[in-house]
């Protein structure tokens, strides 16, 4: 499924003429075809002999969740930076280690293992609608939320070990569970680049 939007609407830059552009969307969707969010293309509309070509880089979507991986992480990181060195803001971001599923991996299969993680990707992906979930590679995810305080985002990752403990995993009609480990960074625009926010969370996990 593909959404083209592209009639009356216009994007305006402070400080810049106003331009027409278009959006395409796409959804994207884990095992059993549940939505896991979706991707969204904006590009200006020009004239055809001069209409730039936007490709959409699956190299930065995980292909066993359909998140957005590391790379896509640290972008989203480095544009909330660069907003509140402008405007002062704090953010924060959540990094969890699932526990044990190497263990999945050796004892039920590589399959069981990926069904796992998109598991997780759904829960995370519900638990925090207002936030972005990435997976950053093996059995590590990421959320960054937006406007958020320490105490908030303590809540939200206790909410996720909670959701990801208490849910029941299956695989081919055998049911196992899983628990996770969350840290938890908090950072505004004194922080010069996004790997140092990604130590910090990751430093908290441990």
């Excluded at 549940?34 to 293309?41: E, H, K, W």
């Excluded at 930065?60 to 896509?72: A, M």
């Excluded at 950053?136 to 985002?153: C, I, K, Q, R, T």
Aim: aromatic share 4%; hydrophobic share 40%.
């Amino acid at each position: 499924i593909r959404i083209e939007l592209s009639e009356g609407i216009f994007l305006q830059v402070e400080g810049r003429a106003e331009r027409e552009i278009q959006i395409i969307g796409s959804p994207m969707r884990g095992l059993g075809g549940r939505s896991l969010g979706a991707t969204l293309i904006f590009r200006t509309r020009e004239a055809p002999s001069s209409a730039p070509k936007l490709v959409f880089d699956r190299r930065s979507v995980d292909p066993v969740t359909g998140l957005p991986n590391r790379s896509g992480c640290e972008r989203r990181l480095r544009s909330l930076l660069e907003a509140s060195r402008l405007q002062p803001r704090q953010h924060a971001l959540l990094v969890g280690d699932i526990d044990r599923l190497r263990h999945i991996n050796e004892t039920r299969g590589l399959q069981a293992g990926d069904a796992s993680l998109v598991r997780v990707a759904e829960l995370l992906v519900d638990l925090a609608p207002g936030g972005d979930v990435f997976r950053l590679g093996a059995d590590a995810f990421a959320l960054v939320v937006e406007n958020s305080d320490e105490d908030s985002a303590t809540r939200l990752a206790q909410r996720a070990l909670e959701s990801i403990a208490t849910t029941s995993f299956k695989w081919a009609d055998q049911a196992f569970s899983l628990t996770a480990c969350f840290g938890v960074a908090v950072f505004d625009g004194t922080v010069e680049h996004p790997m140092q926010v990604i130590g910090r969370a990751e430093a908290a996990c441990d």
